[in-house]
């Protein structure tokens, strides 16, 4: 049984100009419609179907619009020897911002941005959060980095001291020493923490989960996923538009459209019961199918191509399991959203009216206009993402990069006759 809901509305937006010396008044409207429409299946045995953890989802498109603003309001104060008190007073106020930018026509446009990219980015962690459910552990990388993990396990007083105690003491005092040297040692304490002491703290705390559960020898059970994918791009922008409401009074405006795309999947897996040894051996993810993930993390620089392509994650995907999925769900969100403001622009009104100008202020208006068109729907199984290229976009990554060249740049610095002068130091 299908259904629509229409619960489509009109809005209003009036604004007005005035001039108190000649009783001049104009005030302007804008009649906006937001649509907001949902057509869909009726499910009457859905929570039958998610007691027995089997799919209760049903098809589902909607267009909704939505609308938040702040009205604005100003005033020019202007010298007039023809005015009572020898002085004018310009006004605006109420919806102008809206009036302005927001579409004179009832049909709006649709974004255009593609879902494809945030559909990637969804596959992809809900594939992670499948493999997450039966493996507690990458135990193939642990062994394989058993041998700096031992001596690590053989020092661990002196790196901690040198790592975490005296962080900030080690940096001062190599300053201090040796002032061209003490961003070589900032690197190399950096470097110790990413790749070092953080992944070694992580797969301790991982190994910890898996002996636990293994002890527990846990019974089969259903987890919920959910993964989210986001894309987004500028469609226009229009900055610091400058125009006058009423005679000389200047105003400053602006308008924002960009688009988003989001896609999220839900879904249930089941756990397997730990009873074999191959259960066992699951759990810490010492099983074949986890031979080539591991054999991509061992090798030297993987991580930096990770970096920059999703390799890692191709890999890593491809050898999941996905037989013990129960349901799964996708709901894509498109978005077109406009943001608009108007200010009063009072250094333009000192320009402007010169010697007649006495004082000019008010509050800004503004607006975020939002369309949003969503489809969800049964998936039946998930796609390992394609190849694609990057630039690094976290923090983390960045600083890394950054540890990483001074490093490298500390023991074969550039040669400075081939750069012509110009350093990368």
Same mark, same amino acid.
């Given at each position: ?221 259903? /987890? ?6 986001? !894309?987004?791009?500028? @469609?226009? %922008? #229009?900055?610091?538009?400058? $125009? ?26 089941? /756990? ?6 191959? !259960?066992?051996?699951? @759990?810490? %993810? #010492?099983?074949?199918?986890? $031979? ?134």
């Amino acid at each position: 049984m299908s259904y629509t809901k229409d619960r489509s509305i009109r809005v209003v937006y009036q604004a007005f100009t005035a001039r108190d010396y000649l009783n001049v008044y104009n005030q302007f409207a804008n009649n906006f419609s937001l649509e907001r429409v949902l057509n869909g299946d009726r499910n009457p045995k859905w929570k039958e179907q998610i007691a027995n953890h089997t799919s209760a989802t049903t098809g589902m498109t909607g267009t909704y619009e939505s609308v938040d603003s702040v009205s604005m309001g100003g005033y020019l104060k202007l010298k007039n020897p023809n005015a009572p008190g020898g002085a004018q007073t310009e006004t605006v106020g109420g919806s102008h911002t809206e009036v302005r930018y927001l579409p004179n026509s009832d049909t709006h446009n649709n974004p255009t941005l593609g879902i494809s990219a945030a559909q990637n980015q969804a596959m992809s962690r809900a594939f992670k959060q499948v493999r997450s459910a039966q493996i507690s552990m990458s135990g193939g990388v642990f062994l394989g980095e058993l041998r700096e993990a031992a001596h690590m396990l053989r020092h661990p007083a002196e790196a901690l001291r040198n790592h975490l105690g005296d962080y900030l003491k080690k940096l001062s005092k190599a300053k201090k020493a040796k002032p061209k040297k003490w961003l070589d040692t900032l690197s190399q304490t950096w470097l110790e923490s990413s790749f070092g002491w953080r992944p070694f703290v992580n797969d301790l705390e991982d190994a910890f989960k898996a002996y636990d559960e293994v002890q527990k020898g846990a019974e089969p059970e259903y /987890r919920h996923i959910r993964a989210i994918g986001k !894309d987004s791009k500028l @469609v226009s %922008g #229009l900055y610091n538009e400058s $125009f006058a409401l009423i005679g000389n009074f200047s105003w400053l405006g602006s308008k924002v459209i960009k688009d988003e795309a989001i896609c999220v999947i839900r879904g249930e897996v089941k /756990r397997k019961t730990v009873t074999t040894a191959m !259960d066992k051996a699951r @759990v810490f %993810g #010492l099983t074949p199918g986890e $031979f080539f993930p591991t054999v991509w993390e061992l090798l030297p620089w993987s991580f930096l191509v990770d970096y920059f392509t999703n390799i890692g994650d191709i890999i890593e995907n491809s050898c999941t399991d996905t037989r013990e999925i129960a349901w799964l769900q996708i709901t894509n969100i498109q978005k077109r959203i406009t943001n608009g403001s108007m200010r009063p622009d009072i250094d333009k009104c000192k320009l402007v009216n010169g010697n007649n100008f006495i004082s000019a202020g008010g509050n800004p208006g503004s607006f975020k206009y939002v369309r949003r068109l969503v489809t969800r729907n049964v998936l039946s199984q998930l796609r390992v993402p394609p190849l694609t290229f990057e630039m690094p976009g976290s923090e983390i990554k960045a600083a890394n990069l950054l540890a990483l060249f001074t490093q490298a740049n500390s023991v074969h610095a550039q040669d400075r006759h081939k750069l012509r002068g110009r350093t990368f130091r």
